[in-house]
């Protein structure tokens, strides 16, 4: 992987204004250069986003740091960082971006793609696939059959130079056919986390007559609605007594990796709910573990999440997600 596709994927990785602040630092060249690798990037996958990190911190020690990349991420960033100076910048990005064969592509989901192709001539095939993202490609290619597999793997592995005519008028019949495809708008609707998100602004009563009813049906469908209701960080809606009662009921060991993935205002939470002397070493504890594994920080997350639930279960703490104050009656 090139120094260059390292930075795009490290700055994606950053809040938008850390990231414009480091793009700031570099020549005009410099940013054209990544901000291009960024405008390319569709998607990152969380191991390859941790292998850039941790490749970054072993050799940058004491640095610190997923959003996805795309053409309006990489002319955010620069506008950001050159500020007035950026308008010829993000015109040599896109017209490098827009001039990628298929980059009309990038944003179409694969399997729409597969729909399109899949009855084209394997080297039809093996051309669009060679001009897409290894994940992209890779999609496609497992939707395809074992035999269409072989002969398109075939064809990409034999594939030299092309005829950018050939290139020209595969990709504009390609987007003529996919025309309505590429202006439709989809919006995800409903779903778990909807079922969620209206649970977490009713009354109490409503919420637990619900999720009592439904586990008798589909325990699993409750388990879920009720991680996603309350959420680590949501931890800082606590009040300082049920914090207190939290940590007596978790190991410090378990705190020292939940809190690598937390916000400054809940870590502050948790610390000024501690002694001073079990706050410098639950921080000495999280110093000394280093860099861990994202997987690592969010499952040991839930399992403090779980907690919270089994304390709200038996009556010793009282979520209440949408953080409104409860109305007190006489």
């Known amino acids: 992987m090139s120094d260059i596709r390292k930075a795009a994927i490290l700055l994606t990785a950053l809040p938008e204004e850390e990231a414009a602040g480091i793009m700031g630092r570099l020549d005009e060249k410099q940013v054209e250069q990544v901000s291009i690798e960024i405008a390319r990037l569709n998607s990152v996958t969380a191991d390859l986003q941790e292998q ?15 959003d996805a990349g795309g053409i309006d991420r990489a002319k955010s960033l620069v506008q950001k960082a050159l500020g ?37 001539h394997p080297q039809t095939i093996a051309l669009i696939l060679s001009h897409l993202p290894a994940a992209a490609g890779a999609e496609i290619l497992s939707g395809l059959s074992n035999d269409r597999q072989l002969q398109v793997v ?19 019949g390609l987007e003529k056919r996919m025309a309505n495809v ?7 609707t409903g779903g778990v986390s909807a079922v969620a998100e209206m649970l977490n602004v009713s009354d109490r009563a409503t919420e637990r007559a619900l999720l009592e009813n439904l586990s008798q049906e589909d325990p699993n469908l409750v ?10 960080e949501d931890l800082i809606k606590l009040n300082d007594k049920e914090i207190q009662t939290l940590l007596k009921n978790v190991e410090n060991s378990k705190w020292a990796l939940a809190l690598k993935g937390a916000s400054p205002e809940l870590k502050e939470k948790v610390f000024s709910n501690m002694s001073q002397r079990a706050g410098e070493m639950l921080k000495e ?37 949408s953080g409104e104050e409860e109305q007190l009656v006489e």
């Open 52 to 66: 850039v990190i941790l490749e970054f911190a072993e050799s940058n020690p004491g640095a610190a740091g997923t």
């Open 84 to 120: 007035k100076n950026a308008s010829d910048t993000i015109d040599n990005i896109r017209h490098s971006f827009e001039s990628v064969p298929f980059s009309f592509l990038r944003n179409i989901d694969s399997q729409n793609i597969l729909t399109y192709i899949i009855d084209e």
């Open 154 to 172: 075939q064809r990409i592995s034999g594939m030299g130079q092309t005829s950018p005519e050939i290139i020209e008028e595969v990709e504009r």
């Open 182 to 188: 590429m202006s439709q708008s989809y919006e995800n």
């Open 223 to 232: 388990e879920e609605i009720r991680r996603l209701m309350f959420v680590f």
């Open 285 to 321: 504890e999280m110093e000394y573990s280093g860099a861990v594994k994202l997987s690592l920080v969010e499952a040991t997350q839930q399992e403090i999440v779980d907690v919270v639930r089994s304390l709200e279960d038996s009556g010793d703490l009282e979520i209440n997600a």
